[in-house]
């Protein structure tokens, strides 16, 4: 079964750090890339980091590059977002996804997604 399970999210003040984590099944996690997407509310799903791990590269939106940071844990088949620096734009549902392609930014190159977890950033 093919299954992503975020967690992690919450309230915090403005410039303030979350760490959020996906947990994959072990099919998903062998997909060749794997990301984190938000939406706001009344806006479209965004790309926000991904990481190729066939390629070992990781890449960012440019909204968040230089404060956030993806990374990938092998042995917990955990793939998770450190966010620094949080601003209220950042206030959104994180989802977790996975995709077959590599270095896609691209919502529907992406098969794969969680439920998704809430983080809110009050000023």
């Known amino acids: 079964q093919v299954q992503l399970v975020e967690s992690g999210g919450g309230l915090v003040q403005e410039g303030g750090s979350l760490r959020l984590s996906c947990a994959a099944s072990a099919r998903a996690f062998s997909s060749p890339t794997m990301g984190w997407f938000r939406q706001a509310p009344g806006k479209e799903r965004e790309f926000v980091a991904g990481?190729?791990?066939?390629?070992?590269?990781?890449y960012y939106a440019d909204s968040v590059k230089g404060r956030f940071t993806i990374s990938r844990d092998t042995a917990k088949n955990t793939l998770s977002l450190q966010m620094n620096s949080l601003k209220p734009a950042d206030t959104a549902v994180y989802y977790c996804a996975a995709t077959r392609r590599l270095m896609t930014r691209n919502r529907s190159d992406y098969d794969t997604w969680g439920q998704g977890t809430q983080v809110t950033v009050s000023s």
């Open positions: 990481f190729s791990w066939s390629v070992y590269s990781t």
